[in-house]
């Protein structure tokens, strides 16, 4: 009715309604209909159903506008009850009241009652309406039942132009691209003239392929048939040719859009962004602004992310006021994490915590992109300490602050708090991919492989991280067999093998001396053209030293194009094994003249370099050269400055060195000294460095078993028995033996 129309608010129109009962006026099922409409036009599904309510014995007419005003009002479950409580009563039914039901099961996600409402279509003989049919496509593609779609599609004996634009923006929506071009190419060869609502479906298609010659193909395409420009396709071929790299041709389009709104300016923020030209997003939203064109959330999210990913803290700050002026801030919870980001990138952790409590307090993604973040740099407690924080917020915890802490209690061998957090997840079923991921790298990473490896069977669908999770956790506790078992099985079922794959494939060949392994590892890294990485080429060349293939070690390193302190140090290394000590000397010089700084690891090698071919004045030299550099010798310099002196026969000097050390000499270190007395047969200082020993009480029976083998090589039996003796007291056994072949 006309005078419904004119109603502005929802106080208007009860006024009219309560004016036409109190005058007789309001009698008829029309007027009724009319007015369920406008109630929930306005918000009012409450009112809507009071009316529908007063009139005796509506029709399928008006039970459908009522379902149709719930499934505005998204009350899909209550939209699905009318529709059981309308046949119920018997009430006849027309087609027009099943688009609607559809929608509503659509909404509901409930798969099992779309498929009855399907049967009812087809017994009712609806099934021929081009309405309902488009309805079911949208059915059956939304809730993810391709195979259902294509037979609904297939059965559709004349297909519109909407129906087509349904099914291509099916397949786009659910990944399946091939499938909605391959749909497109079936169109076009009906010689059907495409509108911008289905080219808009086909532009995504191309954005998630990425494919540059398609994307100008499509374009071609549009061009010629002169389909008719709209925004929302400019803006999506700005996106298209952004996905596939071609920033000139996005721009291209931007200059020749000839009514630009906020939406064709962020399209181009966020593809200068894809393209990595963050200085000229931030420029294109200033511009944006002096055209007085209004953003919204989603773009100052864009240009925040160009502030974040430039470091620039005083525009992102700017940005940031101008949002809190505007609004904009505490409208939509998603800013909080690109703030969050934004002052972390900036080193403005005490922003980061300040944000998380005035946006993001209740807001689950900022609180976990704060975790992740302290992660990555390393402030694992506090990673730790904002997870506990947040639970006892209240919040629910997803599968990213899971794995976030999962990760951490890996990092710092916290194996009782992450068994703890395993647990949680198990009981809240939480226990997705990444939480599986984390969970074999945290027990990896603790020493629990087996752990680890219980879990990663109980993958079914493995993805690539989950195999590096588990290679390199096996890699990294001892398992190198296991680990390349890993390898080989990932490589005879086709799967992708990633840098981190061959990473830990080429560690564990190192540690198991499996010099043919290695070599078909490189060999595979050389076809992938993954080589040339310099944490892969620092592996290699450790791979080949230990292995004895030094001419290889050196060949790996040379070709090298960029060399960190780990690599000088791995080849320092290598030469040392084999007792090239000149070369591991003049190494370390070139090192020094190439502005790499030695670390702590870089001396270890040059000393034990030294220690290995007998260098005892240039051990000394390089162990007080440690000092110049700003290094403080550790237990492990002193061990190999101890063996290298005592393997010299200067027993009294090694033994000066112990005393003299800052802190308590360990197992290894006595142990270098015994080795050292049984060498040069100093048996006076046998009974000195026993009595230091008894004072340690170390649980290590390194050095009780090789004192002892001492006594038992010059005969003096009791005094072997006495050392076993003190052993067995301390409720300490030998640890067996083991080759390495």
């Known amino acids: 009715m006309p005078l419904f129309r004119s109603c502005k608010t929802l106080r208007q129109l009860s006024q009219l309604h309560a004016h036409l009962l109190v005058t007789n006026l309001f009698n008829t099922a029309q007027a009724s209909t009319k007015l369920?409409?406008?109630?929930?036009?306005?918000?009012?599904?409450?009112?809507?159903?009071?009316?529908?309510?007063?009139?005796?014995?509506?029709?399928?007419?008006?039970?459908?506008?009522?379902?149709?005003?719930?499934?505005?009002?998204?009350?899909?479950?209550?939209?699905?009850?009318?529709?059981?409580?309308?046949?119920?009563?018997?009430?006849?039914i027309t087609n027009f009241i099943f688009p609607s039901v559809l929608r509503a099961c659509t909404g509901f996600g409930d798969m099992g009652i779309g498929a009855k409402v399907h049967g009812r279509i087809i017994k009712c003989g609806f099934d021929d309406d081009p309405v309902i049919e488009t309805s079911l496509l949208s059915l059956y593609g939304d809730l993810g039942c391709l195979t259902d779609t294509r037979k609904v599609f297939d059965n559709i004996p004349v297909r519109d132009l909407v129906t087509w634009s349904s099914i291509i923006s099916i397949y786009v929506d659910k990944g399946e691209v091939s499938e909605a071009l391959e749909r497109l190419r079936l169109l076009v060869s009906e010689r059907v003239k495409l509108d911008w609502v289905i080219m808009l479906s086909v532009t995504k298609a191309c954005t998630k392929l990425g494919t540059l010659k398609l994307a100008k193909s499509i374009h071609g395409y549009i061009v010629r048939r002169r389909t008719d420009i709209c925004e929302a396709l400019d803006n999506s071929l700005i996106e298209m040719y952004s996905s596939c790299d071609d920033l000139f041709s996005a721009e291209r389009i931007f200059v020749n859009t000839a009514n630009k709104t906020f939406i064709s300016w962020t399209?181009?923020?966020?593809?200068?962004?894809?393209?990595?030209?963050?200085?000229?997003?931030?420029?294109?939203?200033?511009?944006?602004?002096?055209?007085?064109?209004?953003?919204?959330?989603?773009?100052?999210?864009?240009?925040?992310?160009?502030?974040a990913r430039l470091s620039w803290l005083r525009e992102g700050k700017a940005v940031h006021c101008y949002a809190v002026r505007r609004d904009i801030a505490f409208q939509e919870d998603c800013i909080g994490p690109v703030l969050i980001e934004l002052y972390a990138g900036c080193g403005k952790l005490g922003y980061c915590e300040k944000v998380l409590h005035t946006i993001g307090e209740r807001d689950v993604v900022s609180w976990n992109t704060l975790i992740s973040i302290y992660a990555r740099q390393g402030l694992f407690e506090e990673a730790l300490m904002l997870f506990v924080q947040m639970q006892r917020q209240g919040l629910i915890l997803d599968t990213f602050s899971l794995s976030s802490a999962i990760s951490t209690c890996g990092n710092v061998g916290l194996l009782q708090l992450g068994h703890q957090i395993h647990c949680y997840a198990i009981k809240r079923c939480i226990l997705g991919e990444?939480?599986?991921?984390?969970?074999?790298?945290?027990?990896?990473?603790?020493?629990?492989?087996?752990?680890?490896?219980?879990?990663?069977?109980?993958?079914?669908?493995?993805?690539?991280?989950?195999?590096?999770?588990?290679?390199?956790?096996?890699?990294?506790?001892?398992?190198?067999?296991?680990?390349?078992?890993?390898?080989d099985q990932m490589y005879l079922n086709c799967l992708e093998m990633t840098d981190v794959v061959f990473l830990g494939a080429i560690r564990a060949c190192a540690d198991m001396v499996h010099l043919e392994k290695g070599k078909w590892l490189h060999h595979k890294l050389i076809i992938y053209g993954m080589e040339k990485d310099l944490y892969i080429e620092t592996a290699l060349t450790d791979m080949y030293a230990k292995c004895g293939d030094l001419r290889t070690a050196e060949g790996v390193f040379g070709s090298m194009s960029e060399k960190s302190v780990v690599s000088w140090s791995t080849m320092i290394s290598g030469y040392g094994?084999?007792?090239?000590?000149?070369?591991?000397?003049?190494?370390?010089?070139?090192?020094?003249?190439?502005?790499?700084?030695?670390?702590?690891?870089?001396?270890?090698?040059?000393?034990?370099?030294?220690?290995?071919?007998?260098?005892?004045?240039?051990?000394?030299?390089?162990?007080?050269?440690?000092?110049?550099?700003?290094?403080?010798?550790?237990?492990?310099?002193?061990?190999?400055?101890?063996?290298?002196?005592?393997?010299?026969?200067?027993?009294?000097?090694?033994?000066?060195?112990?005393?003299?050390?800052?802190?308590?000499?360990?197992?290894?270190?006595?142990?270098?000294?015994?080795?050292?007395?049984?060498?040069?047969?100093?048996?006076?200082?046998?009974?000195?460095?026993?009595?230091?020993?008894?004072?340690?009480?170390?649980?290590?029976?390194?050095?009780?078993?090789?004192?002892?083998?001492?006594?038992?090589?010059?005969?003096?039996?009791?005094?072997?028995?006495?050392?076993?003796?003190?052993?067995?007291?301390?409720?300490?056994?030998?640890?067996?033996?083991?080759?390495?072949?």
């Open 434 to 487: 990444f939480v599986k991921n984390a969970l074999i790298g945290m027990y990896s990473r603790c020493g629990f492989s087996d752990s680890a490896y219980l879990i990663f069977n109980d993958v079914k669908q493995k993805s690539s991280v989950a195999w590096n999770s588990m290679i390199s956790g096996f890699s990294q506790s001892g398992n190198s067999l296991e680990a390349i078992h890993l390898v």
């Open 267 to 307: 399209s181009m923020i966020f593809c200068y962004n894809r393209s990595g030209w963050f200085k000229d997003a931030f420029e294109i939203f200033v511009k944006m602004l002096e055209l007085k064109v209004e953003p919204n959330v989603v773009t100052v999210m864009g240009v925040l992310n160009s502030c």
């Open 36 to 92: 369920i409409e406008c109630y929930a036009q306005m918000g009012s599904i409450k009112s809507s159903t009071l009316v529908f309510g007063t009139y005796q014995n509506p029709d399928s007419f008006m039970w459908g506008v009522l379902i149709k005003c719930h499934v505005w009002s998204h009350a899909f479950e209550e939209a699905i009850s009318l529709y059981n409580k309308m046949l119920y009563n018997e009430t006849q």
């Open 577 to 741: 094994m084999h007792g090239r000590i000149d070369a591991a000397i003049t190494l370390f010089n070139q090192m020094v003249e190439s502005g790499i700084k030695p670390n702590h690891i870089t001396f270890m090698n040059i000393l034990s370099a030294c220690s290995h071919s007998g260098s005892v004045e240039q051990g000394k030299f390089y162990f007080d050269l440690m000092r110049d550099f700003g290094i403080e010798p550790n237990s492990e310099h002193f061990a190999c400055m101890v063996d290298l002196l005592s393997r010299a026969g200067d027993i009294s000097g090694a033994y000066r060195m112990i005393n003299s050390m800052p802190f308590a000499a360990d197992a290894s270190v006595w142990g270098n000294l015994l080795n050292g007395c049984r060498i040069h047969q100093r048996m006076d200082m046998i009974p000195r460095i026993e009595k230091d020993l008894l004072k340690k009480r170390t649980s290590d029976t390194g050095h009780y078993a090789l004192l002892s083998n001492i006594y038992a090589g010059i005969g003096n039996w009791a005094a072997r028995e006495k050392t076993r003796g003190i052993m067995e007291g301390m409720g300490q056994k030998k640890v067996p033996g083991y080759s390495a072949i």
